[in-house]
T-cell receptor, first 114, second 110 residues
Framework: DTAVSQTPKYLVTQMGNDKSIKCEQN?????MYWYKQDSKKFLKIMFS???????INETVPNRFSPKSPDKAHLNLHINSLELGDSAVYFC?????????????FGPGTRLTVT | KQEVTQIPAALSVPEGENLVLNCSFT??????LQWFRQDPGKGLTSLLL?????REQTSGRLNASLDKSSGRSTLYIAASQPGDSATYLC?????????FGAGTQVVVTP
């Protein structure tokens, strides 16, 4: 059983298009995250939701908009895609007290903007 | 601002040797520290989580230590195997955000 799943796994699109990435977790966790891993393999947090409420919003362009319809899902919509958006996007989830938050990651979505 | 550094950036060892991976962070106000493994083209697999009040955690051949005051953590992998080849990432949970190091790429040769 997949704990954190993402679709699609690969996404190739042209500049200017709008695209969405979906994430679902079946772990019963309250908190979900989006991370971006750039070409240098550096992982940075983008957003975090707790019980459908946005709690972390890093310095991310307004073209990126997360949506959490329920606490098991966190989708990422990207408007007007740019070349620099090419990266691997990871979804993650966690549950527990502050000190015991262990984050579980999805397999990633490789976005290529041409 | 929290900064996480991992040294070395890459490491190659023969099978059977012990691996020592280092992680340092600049702000000791952390909730926990987590070690992950990432295989090429794959997601992250959580290996160990050390709470801020703990000094170490062990799982099988893996042992991770945490010295919050000096801002250091070390991951030890005993008796390395070719299947341990991967990139190992250290991440500190600082004010609700996981801050990652750049990783150590490990190759274990048969």
């Amino acid at each position: 059983d997949t704990a954190v799943s993402q679709t699609p796994k690969y996404l190739v699109t042209q500049m200017g298009n709008d695209k969405s990435i979906k994430c679902e977790q079946n772990l019963g966790h309250d908190t979900m995250y989006w991370y971006k891993q750039d070409s240098k393999k550096f992982l940075k947090i983008m957003f975090s939701y707790n019980n459908k409420e946005l709690i972390i919003n890093e310095t991310v362009p307004n073209r990126f908009s997360p949506k959490s319809p329920d606490k098991a899902h966190l989708n990422l919509h990207i408007n007007s895609l740019e070349l620099g958006d090419s990266a691997v996007y990871f979804c993650a989830s966690s549950q527990g007290s502050r000190e015991t938050y262990e984050q579980y990651f999805g397999p990633g979505t490789r976005l290529t903007v041409t | 601002k929290q900064e996480v550094t991992q040294i070395p950036a890459a490491l190659s060892v023969p099978e059977g040797e012990n691996l020592v991976l280092n992680c340092s962070f600049t702000d000791s106000a952390i909730y926990n520290l987590q070690w992950f493994r990432q295989d090429p083209g794959k997601g992250l697999t959580s290996l160990l989580l050390i709470q801020s009040s703990q000094r170490e955690q062990t799982s099988g051949r893996l042992n991770a230590s945490l010295d919050k005051s000096s801002g250091r953590s070390t991951l030890y992998i005993a008796a390395s195997q070719p299947g341990d080849s991967a990139t190992y990432l250290c991440a500190v949970d600082s004010w609700g955000k996981l801050q990652f190091g750049a990783g150590t790429q490990v190759v274990v040769t048969p």
